[in-house]
């Protein structure tokens, strides 16, 4: 969607750069900032003037309708940085789609891709040297929009922020993950908004989340809202499992997010003619193949978690181990997905755009 009065980033840069006061060799996900951030209001019923700024707090009217019914949505991208110096986006016009798809979901009006491209590319020459080569690092970007209209009438607002900010990343989980299988908690419902990335969607995770902590396990695999018979995805990544030489997961769906991770790793098993299944997995189809030997491997796939293996999963009281794998998919599928990444192999999908 173009808007119809086109009009021209502006830009402000910061004084001082805040780079120098970072240890990039031990970075906590998601903590620390880059030196600027874009930002691009919608009021009287348009987008106004974007612009980038130093990074910094905002001024908002405690009546902020997100503040009162979360009407809020976000995306998770990544840029990565080869060895020659030159910096990549993976498949960002994916993202800008999703973060559309989740607007039209919590009726936020749609941003302008061109504000979208230009905002991002302008922002991360402007932080260049935040992003660090190097297979494993990247540049976490988390565009996002709130609703910022003061009023606490419960209805759509007509006023909202979109903004840009980005994080140096390293890996989101250290070492390999522990899950356990919903049974009473959903994450989202059918007719819901589970496939958006809304705030909402996440903020009703940490309750069941704290819990299974408790009990040792780092995520929830969610399983549907009906019957918890069939395992979804699980919060910051969707699902894979190998039952022998076979891949599953499950098909999206208006409860499922639509991992841009999970399509490309579909893909590339594709292509390479690894068996994969996208169709409905049963927990008890999954539980007998760990009793009989055939599961293989389960990892989760997303932006911010790449592939993470998935060690241990927990289900009605009873503890699964996986067994280590040589050759195993996830790292296979890992090495592929950031050979395309860190422009290491051959693009032959077309999913790297240069910066
Ligand atoms: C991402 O992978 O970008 C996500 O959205 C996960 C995030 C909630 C940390």
């Known amino acids: 969607m173009k808007n119809t009065i086109p009009q021209t980033l502006k830009i402000t840069k910061a004084s001082e750069s805040k780079i120098g006061q970072v240890d990039f060799e031990n970075l906590d996900f998601g903590k620390i900032f880059t030196d600027h951030m874009f930002v691009c209001d919608y009021a009287n019923g348009?987008?106004?003037?974007?612009?980038?700024?130093?990074?910094?707090?905002?001024?908002?009217?405690?009546?902020?309708?997100?503040?009162?019914?979360?009407q809020a949505v976000f995306e998770g991208m990544k840029a990565y940085k080869d060895d020659q110096g030159d910096t990549f986006l993976f498949r960002p016009d994916e993202n800008f789609k999703r973060i559309n798809k989740s607007a039209e979901r919590l009726a936020i009006p749609e941003f302008p891709e061109d504000y979208f491209f230009e905002g991002l590319h302008t922002l991360l020459k402007l932080d260049n040297d935040w992003i660090k080569s190097g297979f494993g690092n990247s540049l976490y970007i988390r565009p996002f929009v709130i609703a910022t209209q003061a009023s606490v009438s419960a209805s759509e607002a007509d006023e909202y922020k979109f903004m840009i900010i980005c994080s140096p990343a390293q890996s989101y989980y250290s070492g390999d993950v522990s899950v356990l299988v919903a049974e009473k908690f959903s994450r989202s419902a059918s007719g819901g908004f589970g496939y958006a990335k809304a705030a909402g969607n996440y903020a009703g995770q940490f309750y069941p989340t704290n819990l299974a902590k408790k009990e040792g396990y780092q995520q929830i695999i969610w399983t549907d809202s009906n019957a918890h018979e069939y395992m979804e995805e699980a919060g910051t990544m969707n699902v894979f499992f190998r039952v022998n030489d076979t891949l599953l997961t499950a098909p999206t769906s208006d409860r499922i997010l639509d991992g841009i991770t999970r399509k490309s790793l579909i893909d590339i098993a594709k292509k390479e003619g690894i068996n994969i299944d996208v169709r409905p997995v049963k927990v008890s189809e999954i539980i007998a193949a760990s009793k009989n030997g055939s599961l293989k491997e389960i990892f989760g796939a997303g932006t911010a978690a790449v592939i993470s293996p998935i060690k241990s999963f927990g289900y009605k009281g009873a503890h699964y181990e996986l067994?280590?794998?040589?050759?195993?998919?996830?790292?296979?599928?890992?090495?592929?997905?950031m050979d395309i990444q860190y422009n290491k192999a051959e693009d032959s999908f077309g999913w790297r755009q240069k910066v």
Not at 323 to 337: G, I, M, P, R, T
Request: proline fraction near 10%; charge should be positive.
């Open 323 to 337: 067994e280590k794998q040589e050759n195993s998919y996830a790292s296979h599928f890992k090495k592929a997905l």
């Open 46 to 70: 348009k987008w106004q003037t974007p612009e980038i700024i130093p990074y910094g707090p905002l001024t908002m009217d405690p009546s902020a309708r997100v503040f009162h019914y979360g």
